[in-house]
């Protein structure tokens, strides 16, 4: 923007006036690009645009329909200014500012005419003082609650309609003889204006912010599975050429193909920064009754509670991911050491996200996750048991400590995943996703499970070096009732409430 | 509370109400002790609370004093219902607010006196048609705008006042006769409602988003610095007891100790999520008339540029610090060919940071950093000749991978300071910072000049193991000119537009 302008600066005026039309051509141009762009982005965009147009012209049916004019009169104002600004895109948020609206000046009126009162008995001098240090007093007050994180996630909007409304009751009661006809007029339009919002927003074409922050738990959670799959997948595609990166490889253009494949590297980095929204969207979600597959009382917060691992795997990715940059090549054979595992880490880390993903988007238990989880920790054990058989003699340590920190970054990327699908489980009880039909054999089964409740550690032997692991089984339950946990839902491994 | 509620159910009815009282006394002394520790957090809150009542006081003059109610009569309320939703916490945020309600109210207004006539072309019949399809279409299309992201962010407020304004005009403009002298009140009193909001938030302890986006993103990168030095301070401290990271200890205590040391281990945390904040932030300074060091076109794009690269670095330490947590001990060997170095590259970055963080504070320029940015910058060129230096013979490669993600991490965190120190010398040139005296030698000054102009970058020779590394100077600036950078500002760098 700065340096067009400096670009015209230079041209003079008369060169500006003659650009002026071309640039004016191009400006729209770009402009008619994005609107489509938005469009196209989320088509939701564009119904929402109608459907406030369509609630604000039923409103001003109050006006132009004469048997709804006489009965309101300029009170169906209100009606219109409610729909302005309590139409929201989501229907949760458009039901909690409706609400925060309605209760707000219901009990803003009630303190309203209490004040009146009270400040009557002060006499014709007296009043306006006491009125005056009533709005003080209660204005600075509610504004004070604002600042409470709680009140501010979910009743921002009823604390500033509630000292709108006992400002301009009682203020405007002084003056104003028929005050109760008043306040039941403005109730009721904006009763009417709240309920038409709530109607069209619910009714045409509704956005639920809860399965808004349900899909988009799914896709962060997906794209994160792209980018550890997607290290594989650029493996593959460009094996031919040596390409990969744990092989040393002396094709320049290679490396940088895979430096720039944007799509699997870019992927992941919006996740970085989603709290916000989940947090936005899980306040209004708590608004909305039960619709599609949600029931009333969803644990939207389990969802959160998934965003904040979710994101600490994207920290762990994006440290990993400028460990890619770097320019030295690890040594052949550390490579070979190494490999086998990282890969088996990094694609069953991946396989273990799709899973869970398309599991949270179809609803159904994340059965298939768990066979995963427990490669990605085999893959870890088998790395460690390599380095241990290792040695490596006189190759040289630069060398070797970048595709060391890989692994090591890959090691802690395998703990986050389980510890995101242990919560995905948690959050499958607790919404009560289907079980998926037991479809391997009972002879796997139970050792499978036994390994997935057990911790696998590596035990020190004074402070060099290891040279055994102990396995764990925190849970010793029998085999029998392993063999259960398919057949009725039994509790989680930590006791949960929903809150 | 979940839990509560569910204790509760078991005492039965009776024992509830007995239980109420105390409840309801510890709730009221909950509430109190958090009234208090936000007001204690930042005491701006209760004063701007106060400002809030002060301002609606004001605007009830209107009504409470005869000669004026006389001029405004009924209109008054919008001056009432203006300070209520224009009045912000910040100036910025309430300047941005005042200006958008004023002039859309101007715009909408003079569009919906023109749809009126227009209107009324087609006759008694046709008008309330052709009223409702302009409303629709025109909210429609407002609506649809405030998803472009520049507009949500600086005209959110200024499209909604406009639907609002036109729909109301145009709609209670068809039964209302004074039609310009409603539409002149209302604005008279809109701008009194908004000049008296913008005084009293200006005039009585202003808080300014400018400042505050200036004091966060210092904070921000003390923060860091805190955790970068509280590595070594906590290394000193308990040092008598052998407990330091990078040294061999049985001591489980002392790791306790210092895994549980939340004040450096947590504070760095809240820096990873305040990409939110800033923008907001950075979006009401630019609303903001010159205020105390800063002038009105301060460089306020630039503050969110550094806040990118402050939250680059803060992901950095996050997945170091999740190192930390490892259980595995490196062997003491490698641990004294990396001690040295890592130690200086995490004290070094850590004094970089802190001086630019009271740097920014004081709006100096950050002379001192520069040296620091090159002893880190030495520091992780000692630390690869050291590992070039040394063969580990038959150590083994488990052991040593956790301390070597360490190091690793620790280099890249360097090169994440000395972008952050680049971009805050961009700060300091854009927004003029103060020039400190030039205290150092002119016989050191230049070397170290040069070598900040320069990169050092290892040159793999083959893909086996680098023997040289060569130093390559981009500026080639005469020690001359480096002496005159400290007598006349020269432009950095790179070039800088100001945005």
Same mark, same amino acid.
């Given at each position: 923007?700065?340096?067009?302008?400096?670009?015209?600066?230079?041209?003079?005026?008369?060169?500006?006036?003659?650009?002026?039309?071309?640039?004016?051509?191009?400006?729209?141009?770009?402009?008619?690009?994005?609107?489509?762009?938005?469009?196209?982005?989320?088509?939701?965009?564009?119904?929402?645009?109608?459907?406030?147009?369509?609630?604000?012209?039923?409103?001003?049916?109050?006006?132009?329909?004469?048997?709804?004019?006489?009965?309101?009169?300029?009170?169906?104002?209100?009606?219109?200014?409610?729909?302005?600004?309590?139409?929201?895109?989501?229907?949760?948020?458009?039901?909690?500012?409706?609400?925060?609206?309605?209760?707000?000046?219901?009990?803003?009126?009630?303190?309203?005419?209490?004040?009146?009162?009270?400040?009557?008995?002060?006499?014709?001098?007296?009043?306006?003082?006491?009125?005056?240090?009533?709005?003080?007093?209660?204005?600075?007050?509610?504004?004070?609650?604002?600042?409470?994180?709680?009140?501010?996630?979910?009743?921002?909007?009823?604390?500033?309609?509630?000292?709108?409304?006992?400002?301009?009751?009682?203020?405007?009661?002084?003056?104003?003889?028929?005050?109760?006809?008043?306040?039941?007029?403005?109730?009721?339009?904006?009763?009417?204006?709240?309920?038409?919002?709530?109607?069209?927003?619910?009714?045409?074409?509704?956005?639920?912010?809860?399965?808004?922050?349900?899909?988009?738990?799914?896709?962060?959670?997906?794209?994160?599975?792209?980018?550890?799959?997607?290290?594989?997948?650029?493996?593959?595609?460009?094996?031919?050429?040596?390409?990969?990166?744990?092989?040393?490889?002396? #094709?320049? #253009?290679?490396?940088?193909?895979?430096?720039?494949?944007?799509?699997?590297?870019?992927?992941?980095?919006?996740?970085?920064?989603?709290?916000?929204?989940?947090?936005?969207?899980?306040?209004?979600?708590?608004?909305?009754?039960?619709?599609?597959?949600?029931?009333?009382?969803?644990?939207?917060?389990?969802?959160?509670?998934?965003?904040?691992?979710?994101?600490?795997?994207?920290?762990?990715?994006?440290?990993?991911?400028?460990?890619?940059?770097?320019?030295?090549?690890?040594?052949?054979?550390?490579?070979?050491?190494?490999?086998?595992?990282?890969?088996?880490?990094?694609?069953?880390?991946?396989?273990?996200?799709?899973?869970?993903?398309?599991?949270?988007?179809?609803?159904?238990?994340?059965?298939?996750?768990?066979?995963?989880?427990?490669?990605?920790?085999?893959?870890?054990?088998?790395?460690?048991?390599?380095?241990?058989?290792?040695?490596?003699?006189?190759?040289?340590?630069?060398?070797?400590?970048?595709?060391?920190?890989?692994?090591?970054?890959?090691?802690?990327?395998?703990?986050?995943?389980?510890?995101?699908?242990?919560?995905?489980?948690?959050?499958?009880?607790?919404?009560?996703?289907?079980?998926?039909?037991?479809?391997?054999?009972?002879?796997?089964?139970?050792?499978?499970?036994?390994?997935?409740?057990?911790?696998?550690?590596?035990?020190?032997?004074? #402070?060099?070096?290891?040279?055994?692991?102990?396995?764990?089984?925190? #849970?010793?339950?029998?085999?029998?009732?392993?063999?259960?946990?398919?057949?009725?839902?039994?509790?989680?491994?930590?006791?949960?409430?929903?809150?």
């Amino acid at each position: 923007m700065e340096i067009e302008s400096a670009a015209q600066g230079k041209l003079g005026v008369f060169g500006r006036c003659k650009a002026l039309p071309g640039k004016a051509k191009d400006k729209i141009f770009d402009v008619g690009k994005s609107v489509k762009k938005l469009g196209k982005d989320d088509p939701r965009r564009v119904i929402h645009s109608l459907k406030v147009g369509l609630a604000l012209t039923l409103v001003s049916l109050l006006y132009f329909w004469r048997p709804l004019y006489d009965g309101f009169g300029m009170s169906g104002m209100w009606a219109v200014l409610t729909v302005v600004v309590v139409f929201e895109f989501s229907v949760g948020a458009t039901l909690g500012k409706g609400l925060n609206r309605g209760f707000a000046t219901l009990l803003a009126g009630a303190l309203g005419v209490g004040a009146l009162h009270l400040s009557s008995l002060f006499g014709k001098e007296g009043e306006p003082v006491v009125l005056g240090i009533l709005v003080f007093l209660l204005a600075a007050a509610a504004t004070f609650t604002r600042f409470f994180p709680k009140i501010k996630a979910r009743y921002d909007y009823g604390v500033l309609i509630f000292i709108l409304t006992f400002s301009m009751i009682s203020v405007s009661g002084y003056r104003v003889e028929e005050l109760l006809e008043m306040a039941h007029q403005r109730l009721s339009t904006i009763l009417i204006g709240g309920t038409t919002c709530i109607f069209v927003s619910m009714f045409v074409c509704p956005v639920w912010a809860g399965q808004d922050l349900h899909n988009l738990i799914a896709s962060n959670i997906e794209k994160l599975a792209n980018y550890l799959e997607g290290l594989l997948r650029t493996r593959k595609l460009i094996a031919g050429f040596g390409c990969e990166y744990f092989q040393a490889s002396e #094709d320049k #253009d290679c490396i940088e193909a895979l430096k720039n494949d944007k799509s699997f590297l870019n992927g992941y980095k919006s996740v970085l920064n989603t709290k916000g929204t989940e947090e936005s969207l899980a306040n209004f979600a708590k608004w909305e009754p039960g619709h599609g597959r949600f029931l009333f009382r969803h644990p939207w917060k389990q969802y959160l509670k998934i965003g904040v691992l979710v994101r600490q795997c994207a920290y762990q990715i994006e440290a990993l991911n400028s460990h890619f940059t770097s320019d030295i090549q690890a040594p052949v054979e550390f490579i070979r050491v190494i490999e086998e595992s990282c890969t088996k880490m990094s694609s069953e880390s991946g396989k273990v996200l799709k899973s869970l993903a398309s599991s949270i988007k179809a609803m159904k238990h994340p059965e298939s996750a768990n066979e995963h989880v427990e490669n990605s920790k085999a893959a870890v054990k088998d790395l460690k048991t390599a380095l241990e058989a290792a040695g490596m003699g006189d190759s040289d340590l630069l060398a070797i400590i970048s595709a060391a920190t890989v692994a090591s970054i890959l090691v802690e990327i395998v703990d986050c995943v389980e510890k995101i699908s242990e919560a995905v489980h948690e959050l499958s009880q607790m919404a009560r996703f289907k079980k998926v039909e037991n479809t391997v054999s009972p002879e796997t089964k139970p050792k499978q499970m036994l390994l997935h409740r057990g911790s696998v550690k590596p035990v020190l032997d004074g #402070d060099q070096r290891p040279d055994h692991v102990t396995i764990t089984v925190l #849970d010793t339950a029998s085999i029998d009732s392993l063999e259960n946990v398919n057949v009725k839902p039994q509790g989680p491994k930590k006791p949960i409430e929903e809150v």
